[in-house]
């Protein structure tokens, strides 16, 4: 099958496209990583555990952001 004019969308790219670049590249903060720390400790049943379980307020907006750059974006984050 031949396509007949290329796809456009965020997720169709090629290694050279990503080559020298970083915004791809997630860093977690201190206190983003502090926040895991203690979660890590905590026992959730599953299943039926969810968001209240698990507060995340620094780091729950930057993993929405994750979120949507997999599922609308370029379809992955490091």
Known sequence: MTLRKPLDYPSVW?????EGR?????LFSDAELEEIRAALPRRFGAPGFGRADFP????GPRLADMVD???N????VM
Not at 73 to 76: E, I
């Open 22 to 26: 970083d915004d791809w590249i997630r």
């Open 14 to 18: 090629r290694r050279e496209d990503m």
């Open 73 to 76: 974006g370029r379809g992955f």
């Open 69 to 71: 750059e997999l599922e």
């Open 56 to 59: 995340l307020p620094v780091l």
